[in-house]
């Protein structure tokens, strides 16, 4: 959950949200597009797997309508 200050002032909408535990992207073997609360549980099971570095997780943050 995002803190007030998290959502005042000087702040946007980003509809895509990148894996920024990605080091190499050359070395990503798989790309996962999910969803909001699902993202939670998709990374869970990454670091359980140990596989953080070739697998990266995608947050779509909007559905519809797409522009």
Known sequence: MSSYEDIVGNTKFIPL????????ASKVKKVVFCTGQVWLDVNE???????????????????????
């Not at 949200?17 to 190499?24: G, M, Q, R, V």
């Not at 990454?46 to 522009?67: C, F, M, S, T, Y």
């Open 17 to 24: 949200l990148d894996d920024n535990t990605i080091k190499e």
């Open 45 to 67: 099971r990454r670091e359980k797997l140990g596989i953080h570095n070739d697998v990266a997780i995608i947050r779509v943050e909007q559905l519809a309508p797409l522009d």
